[in-house]
């Protein structure tokens, strides 16, 4: 493994363990917000129940959120030395505010996990809203640095010089906030879904009934909505790809050939050496309707970009297939759900309902990762699009692949610890959270 292949793997690999536990972090703080809400109106102490475990699994995910994060941070620094040198001073502004938010973030959530019957019951459930308000936000402001590699603007490149910098408009992008959408939704869908299905396990297993069905409601009905409201966003950020990125498009939908009536691409294995799709179904026309609205204007295709600004086509494609291909899975188990409230609330005690969702647990977060493949994949052979190539960013220092053979040992551990971690959450349901109250006895 050569030096720059091994900064990207390293990347690659820390982002991609990262991703799942800032996506949760973003999202779990609303689960638990609604579960403390529906408490304080009703006084139904299941509520309360749920509440302080899903605090419990929030903190858990803070704290490895937190760490990853952190390391993220110090590797675009000792990995891409020259990235950002010039790119620094431009986006660095999301980059501070995100500071700022993840310390509201981490005050708050202090507050919450030790502000029960010492604070004010509406002012402690408040400082739980905030942690998921400013968790939030610190993923926007992610999401808007990374928009600008994708949509670099807020500056002049003269004589290889980056001069008359304007920080709030290289943040506020033309790409920000089509990504920040579709990421924001990706992540209430993917973590609705994953908690729901850990608590339909429970359902199914006949563990803490009344408990985990509330909580599957719960985290169920927030997965459902994102996943039915994506496709919207997706339609907005695949316009606003083709726009900017029409390289990347052409390799999502592995679009060779320029020409009328451009045919939409559903599966296939790419050919890049014969530009043409194995063993795909083609719609006509329908990826030109898709992007301008019209089936017959010609969207561009590879054979109009230079071969050395292709991105891998092949890996391109195949992550957005996956994307796609578990989005549709997870809108058609979202009209399941909605029938099954609508006309057929008993099938919430029925085995194939509950393992459907079982099944459905991980498919979110592998979406994610596949759309964040897409994002980062599609962009090569560019660091900053059409300004900056990620070969010339990597830092020269050798003996990067022991560093990526350290994290990748590093990861994994912490991954087991997690698991371990939240597994015994669940075994602790009833123990610590489900307890009934004790009968008092009388002489």
């Known amino acids: 493994m050569d030096n720059f292949m091994a900064a990207r793997s390293q990347?690659?690999?820390?982002?991609?363990?990262?991703?799942?536990?800032?996506?949760?972090?973003?999202?779990?703080?609303?689960f638990m917000a609604v579960s403390h809400f529906l408490w304080l109106r009703k006084?139904?102490?299941?509520?309360?129940?749920?509440?302080?475990?899903w605090s419990k699994g929030v903190a858990i995910f803070f704290a490895t959120g937190a760490?990853?994060?952190?390391?993220?941070?110090?590797?675009?620094?000792?990995?891409?030395?020259?990235?950002?040198?010039?790119?620094?001073?431009?986006?660095?502004?999301?980059?501070?505010?995100?500071?700022?938010?993840?310390?509201i973030e981490a005050i708050a959530l202090g507050f919450y996990?030790?502000?029960?019957?010492?604070?004010?019951?509406w002012f402690h459930w408040v400082t739980g809203l905030v942690v998921g308000i400013s968790g939030l936000t610190s993923g926007i402001l992610v999401v808007a640095a990374n928009s600008w590699m994708n949509s670099p603007t807020g500056f002049e490149l003269v004589n290889g010089s980056y001069i008359n910098i304007d920080p709030i408009k290289a943040m506020f992008n033309p790409a920000w906030f089509s990504q920040a959408l579709h990421m924001c939704i990706a992540a209430f869908a993917a973590t609705g879904f994953a908690v729901a299905g850990v608590h339909a396990l429970m359902v199914w297993r006949r563990r803490n009934v009344d408990f985990h069905m509330r909580s599957f409601?719960?985290?169920?009905?927030?997965?459902?909505?994102?996943?039915?409201?994506?496709?919207?966003?997706?339609?907005?950020?695949?316009?606003?790809?083709?726009?900017?990125?029409?390289?990347?498009?052409a390799a999502m939908e592995a679009h060779f050939k320029t020409e009328p009536y451009s045919p939409l691409i559903l599966g296939g294995i790419p050919d890049e050496k014969n530009r043409k799709v194995n063993y795909a179904i083609e719609l006509p026309g329908m990826l030109s309707f898709l992007v301008y609205d019209n089936f017959k204007t010609p969207v561009k295709g590879l054979d109009q970009i230079p071969q050395q600004d292709h991105p891998p086509v092949t890996v391109t494609h195949f992550a957005f297939q996956i994307m796609v291909g578990l989005g549709m899975a997870m809108m058609a188990l979202g009209v399941i759900y909605l029938l099954a409230i609508w006309k057929k609330r008993n099938w919430f005690n029925k085995g194939w309902f509950l393992k459907l969702f079982i099944a459905a647990t991980p498919i979110g977060f592998i979406a994610v990762e596949a759309g964040w493949t897409v994002?980062?994949?599609?962009?090569?052979?560019?660091?900053?699009?059409?300004?900056?190539?990620?070969?010339?960013?990597?830092?020269?220092?050798?003996?990067?692949?022991?560093?990526?053979?350290?994290?990748?040992?590093?990861?994994f551990t912490l991954s087991i610890v997690?698991?371990?971690?939240?597994?015994?959450?669940?075994?602790?349901?009833?123990?610590?959270y489900d307890v009934k109250p004790k009968k008092l006895h009388t002489n």
């Open 375 to 411: 994002t980062e994949v599609g962009r090569q052979p560019w660091i900053i699009q059409g300004v900056m190539r990620t070969a010339d960013a990597v830092t020269p220092m050798p003996g990067i692949h022991y560093s990526f053979y350290l994290f990748t040992v590093v990861y």
């Open 11 to 30: 990347m690659a690999l820390s982002l991609g363990f990262h991703i799942i536990f800032s996506c949760i972090g973003m999202v779990m703080p609303f």
């Open 43 to 53: 006084g139904e102490q299941v509520y309360q129940n749920i509440t302080r475990a």
């Open 67 to 103: 760490v990853s994060g952190t390391v993220l941070s110090f590797e675009l620094g000792l990995l891409w030395p020259t990235f950002m040198k010039h790119a620094g001073p431009i986006f660095g502004m999301p980059f501070s505010l995100e500071g700022t938010a993840f310390f």
């Open 217 to 249: 409601k719960i985290a169920a009905i927030f997965g459902v909505i994102a996943a039915l409201l994506q496709p919207i966003s997706g339609d907005i950020s695949a316009k606003m790809v083709a726009k900017r990125q029409p390289a990347k498009l």
């Open 113 to 121: 996990l030790y502000g029960w019957k010492r604070f004010n019951r």
């Open 418 to 432: 997690v698991i371990f971690l939240l597994y015994r959450q669940i075994k602790m349901v009833p123990v610590i």
